[in-house]
């Protein structure tokens, strides 16, 4: 049996696709093909797509909405593993919240203000998924994930899960023990605590308008493309060397928000990733500053597309 049919055999022919365009599934809408394109229904099945590829040594990346990952013209040779709606249940106890990796984060807000639970308001406008979130420690406007994550059960490369608590899962600014392991987030429980619904509507829609007001969310782009780099901010920095506008064919730096790269005119990915060099490249001989992309890169950047 080859890799295709062990995959198509696990969930049957309508969860796998072959050369998937990766520009339909990131927010930067670029990206080349997939070689295999998975799309799990059960969580089960992610341990069983995981198992064959190490069988038949064939690399994988999960993704979730794609909004903070840069794929490369030339696509991926391996599987992809798309964690979405099927994987997005969500359980209430109290002031807990339990949801599966697949969760949105404006559906997970909603359901917490439904239930008059507060503490996730931060998240309500982040275009990503619960399992992203966790992964990067996720955050915006004074709020991040490790305020709230109480519990996380992962599954690493041999299939096994395991389960961190609060103390374990080394968060801290874009970064986690999640990402150091390369492990993949099955779930995350949140406790939260007693709300006021109209406060929490009112704080959030404030947070979606000052998004609006202040980022460039007509164009297609990944967030804030750069980390914070410690003491400053990288668009305060990128703005201050001139960058604002100047990028690279279809690709340039936010006249809006020096800290976005948008896809502004039919960019390439090699346009993003170039234009993303220039950033850092200036910013750096003019400041001295090393500026640390936040965006993840999957796939070949090395010479042409």
């Known amino acids: 049996m080859d890799f295709l049919s062990a995959i198509k055999s696990i969930a049957g022919e309508e969860c796998i696709f072959c050369n998937e365009m990766m520009s339909d599934h990131t927010t930067f809408k670029v990206g080349g093909p997939a070689k295999y394109f998975v799309v799990p229904y059960r969580a089960e099945d992610i341990k069983k797509y995981i198992l064959a590829a190490e069988e038949y040594k064939i690399p994988y990346y999960v993704i979730g909405n794609g909004s903070n990952l840069l794929v490369s013209d030339k696509g991926y040779d391996g599987m992809i593993i798309m964690l979405g709606r099927d994987l997005g249940n969500i359980t209430v106890n109290g002031d807990r919240i339990t ?13 917490a203000r439904r239930h008059s639970l507060s503490g996730l308001e931060f998240a309500a406008g982040i275009p990503g998924t619960l399992g992203g979130a966790c992964y990067m420690n996720a955050g915006a406007y004074g709020g991040e994930m490790k305020d709230v994550l109480t519990k996380v059960i992962t599954i690493d490369r041999q299939g096994n899960t395991h389960e961190y608590k609060q103390g374990e ?43 609006k007001e202040k980022q460039p969310l007509e164009y297609p782009s990944a967030g804030s493309t750069f980390k914070r780099p410690e003491g400053d901010f990288a668009g305060r920095l990128i703005e201050e060397c001139g960058l604002k506008g100047k990028g690279v064919n279809g690709a340039e730096v936010s006249e809006k928000h020096a800290g976005f790269i948008i896809n502004r005119n039919n960019a390439t990915a090699r346009d993003i990733y170039d234009t993303i060099n220039l950033v850092t490249d200036t910013v750096l001989e003019k400041t001295g500053i090393k500026l640390e992309p936040e965006v993840r890169l999957l796939g070949d950047f090395s010479g042409n597309t």
């Open 99 to 111: 949801a599966e990796a697949g969760t949105s984060l404006a559906r997970l807000f909603n359901t």
């Open 169 to 211: 899962m080394e968060l801290s600014y874009r970064n986690s023990i999640f990402i150091r392991k390369q492990e993949i987030i099955l779930s995350a429980e949140m406790k939260l605590c007693k709300g006021d619904v109209e406060k929490m509507t009112h704080k959030v829609n404030e947070l979606l308008e000052k998004r």
